[in-house]
């Protein structure tokens, strides 16, 4: 297993959750990792992104209320999740993108998901 999501659970609208996303260490020459969504009957989405040297970015939906944070010793993301919303029910995945230093070549990594839901 490359990459292990936690966290998802059930909360009220308003509360909080905090996902992890635990990288193998083996999974070296990561360039960045970003948390995706897919809410039923919905295509996934891309939610936040953050790279190697910590720059961030978010889609509009969830600014200001998602935080994306790294440890990159340990090649784990979070995202901390606040005023979470009913739309914000989804399968929430983690994905790394690395690009191998030895040759240039890039691939991703998808985590196994974990499922939030916001009850109104």
């Known amino acids: 297993v490359q990459l292990q999501a936690s966290g998802g659970g059930l909360v009220q609208a308003g509360g909080y959750l905090r996902l992890s996303c635990a990288a193998s260490?083996?999974?070296?020459?990561?360039?960045?990792m970003a948390w995706y969504r897919q809410a039923p009957g919905k295509r996934r989405e891309w939610v936040a992104i953050i790279s190697t040297d910590g720059n961030t970015d978010y889609a509009d939906s969830v600014k200001g209320r998602f935080t994306i944070s790294r440890e990159n010793t340990k090649n784990t993301v979070s995202l901390q999740m606040n005023s979470l919303k009913p739309e914000d029910t989804a399968v929430y995945y983690c994905?790394?993108?690395?690009?191998?230093?030895?040759?240039?070549?890039?691939?991703?990594?998808w985590g196994q998901g974990t499922l939030v839901t916001v009850s109104s």
């Open positions: 994905k790394a993108r690395q690009r191998l230093l030895s040759t240039g070549k890039e691939y991703e990594y």
């Open positions: 260490e083996s999974l070296r020459d990561i360039v960045h």
